[in-house]
């Protein structure tokens, strides 16, 4: 049992030691021996700490990769989060002017509606009108009728009615051509 605790603490550090004291023939060696098995601890301590450094670097070099791939990971979110939130602004913005878009147009259909109606209207009763000067005004002469001074004393004219391309038939022509124009406008429009 003793021999076993001798030969578990002091075997290694005791043959190493009397290995040296042979190879060195010291003038004292029992004092070079002592001297030995005291660098011997010393040099088994330093070994032992050296050990435990080197395990706690690579623990904290360990924890430092760790750190390192979660600050990758939260970038990479980060920069996800902004470009899905640039993505929805861009959206909306798209989504606005589309609306702008929209909301133009049809104040514009509006506005050509409004200006066909009235232009018609103007038509017709430009024809109501023509119709019944041309009643009153037939026996007049255009020195009658015109206020200028130097007029040409003829009788009347006469107009001949043109085929059907009255107005109301010019202005629906328009009238396409506009829609044509604003279908085009909002459907290749957009780019």
Avoid at 15 to 26: D, W
Avoid at 54 to 67: I, K, N, P, S, T
Avoid at 83 to 96: R, T
Wanted: proline share 2%; hydrophobic share 40%; with cysteine.
């Amino acid at each position: 049992m003793e021999s076993a605790y001798l030969q578990k603490n002091l075997g290694t550090c005791l043959t190493q030691g009397l290995a040296e004291v042979a190879r060195m023939r010291p003038v004292d060696p029992i004092e070079y021996l002592a001297l030995w098995i005291y660098k011997y601890k010393n040099n088994v301590t330093m070994e032992q700490q050296r050990q435990e450094e080197m395990a706690q670097l690579e623990r904290e070099r360990e924890l430092a990769v760790m750190e390192q791939e979660m600050m990758e990971r939260l970038k990479a979110e980060e920069l996800l989060f902004q470009q899905q939130q640039l993505a929805f602004q861009l959206e909306l913005e798209m989504q606005e002017k589309e609306r702008q878009r929209i909301e133009e147009l049809q104040r514009a259909q509006e506005q050509f509606e409004k200006e066909l109606r009235i232009s018609v209207e103007n038509t017709a009763k430009g024809e109501d009108i023509s119709h019944g000067e041309d009643g009153a005004d037939s026996g007049r002469t255009l020195a009658e009728i015109s206020d200028r001074y130097g007029a040409p004393n003829l009788s009347r004219v006469e107009e001949l009615d043109e085929p059907m391309l009255s107005d109301v038939s010019i202005l629906r022509k328009v009238f396409c051509e506009k829609q044509i124009f604003f279908f085009f406008f909002f459907y290749f429009g957009r780019a």
